[in-house]
């Protein structure tokens, strides 16, 4: 409780939200297009509404495609028991790509337009985007399948696996130099994400079915693709920006202990799920790799969200944390009993979702009784 104190008096001293963006799409296409857009939108909608809208399409997406394609076999040709998805499936989740894409890009323009930009904005955007970005990711798996010019299900984690990293080197860097670097990734994979789905709905997954020039199969050029823009180009950038800061005076200017200090609880999260997917006795990530994803990707959120807490309160981020026990305890599980791992993932998933619910609300709660402020609504005046 006292640490959650010294967060929010934090708050409110030394938050300042400082974000570059440059990348041409953004800069030149999206922002003059969310420009528009807002201009639209009433100025008594709270910004943390279309935040959590946009947040909500994504959510649906991931049901709808788990309602046709659970075990991402539907795409599979060599699989005829699993029936195709329906195109209107792939349309309808371009549109829920688009939606959540547009509302997420105006919610900060919203927050100026009304003047009610501050850390709980910043917290509930980055926030639900940290969960967003394995709900997206998942969904679209189900374009190429898990088996014919495809990946197989462990080389979809590590994929997974490579958007998370990215995602949470973008706010290690803040951590470090107190300015959010916006990915050129992050706009060219949404854009990319809503052509896939609507080139799907047109002409189904059998699109995608035909191989690039070397025998590559477009599933396994899209890995390809995802791991130069996650890791290779954005990590040298990363690294840079942090040195600069350091060379320059212009961070947070902490200790390497404490710099390096967030990659910790991640790098935990990364051995003991790996350790988990692969060399499980009953192979769960091949079982069913919907309920591994979810579980996995909601604990990253909740350790994103941690380091999020940590920069806008310029505070030193949490070296563990207790959402990690539930799947090292299904870590261990899946060796000691390995008749019942399928049963006890499905345990540990409802767990760590409830946990990191209940976590986002009391730290939504608690902000919003220090500020005066309500989540959904635009404070009156006379309140």
Same mark, same amino acid.
């Given at each position: 409780m006292?640490?959650n104190?010294l967060r929010l008096?934090?708050?409110?001293?030394?938050f300042?939200?400082s974000s570059v963006?440059?990348?041409?799409?953004?800069?030149y296409?999206?922002h003059p297009?969310w420009n528009?857009?807002v201009?639209?939108?009433?100025?008594?909608v709270a910004?943390n509404m279309?935040?959590?809208?946009?947040?909500?399409?994504?959510?649906?997406? =991931?049901?709808m495609?788990?309602s046709? @394609?659970?075990?991402?076999?539907?795409?599979?040709?060599? *699989?005829p028991?699993?029936p195709p998805?329906?195109r209107?499936? =792939? &349309?309808?989740?371009a549109?829920?790509?688009f939606m959540?894409?547009?509302l997420d890009?105006i919610?900060?323009?919203? +927050?100026r337009r009304?003047?009610t930009?501050?850390p709980?904005?910043e917290?509930f955007? %980055?926030?639900?985007d940290?969960?967003?970005t394995m709900l997206?990711t998942?969904c679209?798996?189900?374009?190429f399948g !898990?088996?014919d010019h495809?990946?197989s299900?462990?080389?979809m984690?590590?994929?997974?696996?490579?958007?998370?990293i990215n995602?949470?080197?973008?706010h290690w860097?803040?951590y470090?130099?107190?300015?959010?670097?916006?990915?050129?990734g992050?706009?060219?994979s949404?854009?990319?994400t809503i052509?896939v789905?609507?080139?799907?709905s047109i002409?189904? %997954? *059998?699109?995608?079915?035909?191989?690039?020039p070397?025998?590559i199969s477009v599933g396994?050029m899209?890995?390809?693709v995802?791991?130069?823009t996650a890791?290779?180009?954005?990590?040298?950038?990363v690294?840079?920006n942090i040195y *600069?800061?350091?060379r @320059?005076k212009?961070?947070?200017m902490?200790?390497f202990l @404490?710099a390096?200090?967030?990659?910790?609880?991640?790098?935990?999260l =990364?051995t003991i799920?790996?350790i988990w997917?692969?060399?499980s006795?009953?192979?769960?990530?091949?079982k069913d790799?919907r309920?591994v994803?979810?579980t996995?990707?909601?604990?990253?959120?909740?350790i994103?969200c !941690?380091?999020?807490v940590?920069q806008?309160?310029?505070? !030193?981020?949490?070296?563990?944390?207790w959402?990690?026990?539930?799947v090292?305890? +299904? +870590?261990?599980f899946? =060796?000691?009993?390995?008749?019942?791992?399928l049963?006890?993932?499905?345990?540990v998933a409802v767990a760590?979702?409830? &946990?990191?619910? %209940?976590?986002?609300?009391c730290?939504? !709660?608690q902000?919003?009784? %220090?500020?005066?402020?309500h989540?959904?609504r635009i404070?009156?005046r +006379?309140?």
């Amino acid at each position: 409780m006292e640490s959650n104190v010294l967060r929010l008096i934090n708050l409110e001293y030394f938050f300042q939200y400082s974000s570059v963006d440059t990348s041409p799409l953004s800069v030149y296409v999206m922002h003059p297009f969310w420009n528009k857009v807002v201009q639209y939108c009433p100025k008594w909608v709270a910004p943390n509404m279309l935040t959590f809208s946009g947040f909500l399409f994504t959510v649906f997406n =991931f049901t709808m495609f788990a309602s046709y @394609d659970y075990y991402l076999f539907a795409s599979s040709d060599d *699989k005829p028991q699993y029936p195709p998805i329906p195109r209107w499936v =792939f &349309a309808l989740g371009a549109f829920n790509v688009f939606m959540a894409y547009t509302l997420d890009g105006i919610d900060g323009k919203q +927050a100026r337009r009304t003047q009610t930009s501050g850390p709980l904005g910043e917290l509930f955007d %980055h926030g639900l985007d940290s969960w967003t970005t394995m709900l997206i990711t998942v969904c679209m798996f189900s374009v190429f399948g !898990r088996t014919d010019h495809s990946v197989s299900p462990l080389r979809m984690y590590f994929i997974l696996w490579s958007v998370f990293i990215n995602f949470y080197l973008t706010h290690w860097e803040k951590y470090n130099t107190g300015v959010l670097f916006l990915p050129w990734g992050y706009d060219l994979s949404m854009v990319g994400t809503i052509i896939v789905f609507t080139i799907s709905s047109i002409g189904g %997954h *059998k699109a995608w079915k035909f191989l690039l020039p070397g025998g590559i199969s477009v599933g396994v050029m899209f890995e390809i693709v995802l791991y130069i823009t996650a890791i290779v180009a954005s990590l040298p950038v990363v690294l840079w920006n942090i040195y *600069k800061s350091y060379r @320059d005076k212009t961070g947070k200017m902490r200790t390497f202990l @404490d710099a390096i200090r967030p990659l910790l609880p991640l790098g935990v999260l =990364f051995t003991i799920s790996t350790i988990w997917v692969m060399h499980s006795p009953s192979n769960i990530v091949e079982k069913d790799p919907r309920i591994v994803f979810l579980t996995i990707g909601t604990i990253f959120s909740n350790i994103c969200c !941690r380091l999020i807490v940590s920069q806008m309160s310029n505070t !030193r981020c949490e070296l563990f944390s207790w959402i990690l026990i539930p799947v090292a305890v +299904a +870590a261990a599980f899946s =060796f000691i009993l390995p008749s019942v791992d399928l049963m006890f993932t499905y345990i540990v998933a409802v767990a760590a979702l409830l &946990a990191h619910i %209940h976590y986002g609300t009391c730290v939504v !709660r608690q902000m919003c009784r %220090h500020f005066r402020i309500h989540t959904f609504r635009i404070k009156d005046r +006379a309140d």
